[in-house]
Structure formats: C-alpha cells, structure tokens
Nanobody, 122 residues
C-alpha cells in the first residue's frame, strides 16, 4: 500500500492542524493505521493508532485530549486532528499501515508515508 501524508504547516502554539494520509494500492480497511513523529535530533515516536474499523484508538499520553485519530474507509484516508498544539509537537509526522494489528501501539508497521512537517512556534 502507498501512503501520502499531507496537511503539515507552520502554526502558533494553541492552534490546530489536521493531517491527512491517503492510501492506495491495497484494500485500506485491511490495515490499522498509525501516526508517528520525529523531532530534530530525536528518535521517531509513536503518536496514535486506529484499528481497521475506527472503533478502537490508542494515543501516547502527551497527546491525549488534544489529538484525535480517525479514518474514512470510503475515502481510503486516515486523519490526525491536532488541537492546542505546543512547540514540543514540532516534528515530521508520518503515517503508517499495520496489517496484523493486535491493539495499542501495534506493529510492526509494514508501510510508511513520506512525512509532513509540523512546526509550532511559541
């Protein structure tokens, strides 16, 4: 499956952004989807995951209550709504697909998008 992330940008602290990840090539609903991020000089970290139907989601503690992951299987797209953004959310955000998802963080994620930059200024 091919993944194309978009929606990043430069915003101020407290603003919102919605990232999108469009999938193609395989049956989208066969996969759980995740969002990851990598800040400069840091390792890539998991942010959120959603199961194939959208009924189950999982988040890291630092984004709970601020970020919402969702998906539209009819549009082959997964979203990450990011509210109340903080400077520490600055990173390149990646979407990824997991065919054998068993819950929580999931993994291994077999397919990855190219990343979209999110910059939050204070």
């Amino acid at each position: 499956v091919q993944l194309q992330a978009s929606g990043g940008g430069v915003v101020q602290a407290g603003d919102s952004l919605r990232l999108s990840c469009a999938a193609s090539g395989r049956t989208f609903s066969d996969y759980a989807m995740g969002w990851f991020r990598q800040a400069p000089g840091k390792e890539r970290e998991f942010v959120a995951a959603i199961n194939w139907s959208g009924a189950s989601t999982y988040y890291i503690d630092s984004v709970k209550g601020r970020f919402t992951i969702s998906r539209d299987n009819a549009k082959n797209t997964v979203y990450l709504q990011m509210n109340s953004l903080k400077p520490e959310d600055t990173a390149v955000y990646y979407c990824a697909a997991d065919e054998g998802y068993t819950g929580a963080i999931g993994g291994p994620y077999e397919y990855w998008g190219q990343g979209t930059q999110v910059t939050v200024s204070s």
